[in-house]
């Protein structure tokens, strides 16, 4: 009888210890659970310096209610599908190249064009106002709710042994290239464009596959390229755009002040964050790259009209493709013009 009495007590304490952990699980859980994915190295600042502080500011304003998790280096799905993984709520946030869809979003490519952004931080800049007043541009995301729209820092020419000082430098090499409308600029320069993805590049080059890559300088920092990078050439001939959209089923769910969060945490000055901290890479590659012996040429004064002149078909093209798709091509190019002199 006296076992059986203890036995009951035990059980009761032990009951009781399993309700009180159960309610503080319960009271310490989050209502909100995001799940983050990404294509970059966990490494990068867009992780460490962007999301970690987004997600970290949503849970802290929402009292918790708001957690995240984040998977980075394509643990969830390649860089290509991550817009889909959003649109489909096998993630709830993901960020990604827009060029690794081909075809899919047409105008937001006008900042791929040579010389419109002379930095990240400018480029994220005129890509969050491109954004805001083109409904056209926004349609081209019309199934995710977009966070923040922005820019790598502006796309160089690196190769290994031939240095490339003019258009007439370019023709006839293998240069990886990072979207369709980056062949195209390849392909009136005279060069072989090569796409693969960044991962693969610091090998191809180093074996020779290809003989360069139009890269930001912020590749040569992160993917370690600096190590056979030997020749660079400063001419800002494109720039990659980068979307961070979230599940619209997901955002649906929070509150109206759950959204306001969301929205705080996120925007126009986010965008131009996490253009900086592209900015702020691209100086560390290029230094490194100096360091190792790189040697560097800047495209300006007539050296720039020569490029401007043998680029110039690009633009005419980008604008009739825009504008024979029923686009606002010519519009948005405009504005574009006049949003790289008055954000600069």
């Not at 139009?214 to 980068?242: C, D």
């Not at 020569?306 to 798709?325: G, H, Q, T």
């Given at each position: 009888m006296m076992f059986r009495k203890i036995r009951m007590l035990i059980g009761i304490v032990v009951l009781f210890i399993l309700v009180a952990c159960s309610e503080g699980i319960a009271s310490t859980s989050s209502e909100h659970h995001l799940i983050i994915s990404h294509f970059l190295p966990g490494s990068h600042p867009i992780q460490t310096d962007v999301f970690q502080a987004i997600g970290n500011e949503m849970k802290e304003k929402s009292n918790g209610a708001i957690s995240y998790d984040l998977y980075p280096a394509n643990a969830l799905g390649d860089a290509g599908s991550?817009?889909?993984?959003?649109?489909?709520?096998?993630?709830?946030?993901?960020?990604?190249?827009?060029?690794?869809?081909?075809g899919r979003f047409p105008l937001v490519s006008i900042l791929e064009l040579p010389f419109f952004a002379e930095s990240a931080a400018h480029g994220s800049e005129i890509m969050e106002h491109l954004y805001d007043e083109f409904p056209s541009i926004q349609n081209e995301h019309?199934?995710?709710?977009?966070?923040?729209?922005?820019?790598?820092?502006?796309?160089?020419?690196?190769?290994?042994?031939?240095?490339?000082?003019?258009?007439?430098?370019?023709k006839g090499l293998r240069i990886r290239s990072p979207s369709p409308l980056a062949n195209d600029i390849l392909e009136v320069l005279g060069a072989v464009p090569v796409s693969m993805p960044m991962g693969d590049v610091y090998e191809s080059m180093e074996r020779g596959v290809i003989d360069g890559a139009?890269?930001?300088?912020?590749?040569?920092?992160?993917?370690?390229?600096?190590?056979?990078?030997?020749?660079?050439?400063?001419?800002?001939?494109?720039?990659?755009?980068?979307f961070a959209v979230m599940n619209q089923d997901k955002y649906e769910r929070l509150s109206e002040s759950e959204k306001t969060i969301v929205q705080q945490a996120t925007g126009i000055e986010t965008a131009i964050k996490s253009g900086s901290v592209f900015d702020e890479d691209g100086k560390k590659g290029r230094k490194l790259a100096e360091d190792n012996g790189a040697q560097v040429y800047e495209v300006m004064g007539n050296n720039l009209?020569?490029?401007?002149?043998?680029?110039?078909?690009?633009?005419?093209?980008?604008?009739?493709?825009?504008?024979?798709?029923?686009l606002p091509g010519g519009e948005i190019y405009q504005r574009a013009l006049e949003l790289k002199e008055e954000l600069r």
């Open positions: 991550q817009y889909d993984m959003a649109v489909t709520g096998e993630v709830d946030i993901a960020l990604s190249v827009h060029g690794y869809s081909p019309n199934d995710t709710i977009p966070l923040f729209l922005f820019t790598a820092d502006p796309a160089q020419l690196v190769t290994k042994a031939e240095p490339i000082k003019s258009p007439e430098d370019v139009m890269i930001p300088l912020e590749a040569l920092y992160n993917y370690n390229l600096y190590e056979v990078a030997n020749y660079i050439t400063i001419g800002n001939f494109s720039t990659t755009p980068f009209a020569e490029w401007k002149e043998a680029l110039d078909p690009i633009f005419d093209a980008w604008v009739n493709e825009m504008e024979k798709d029923g």
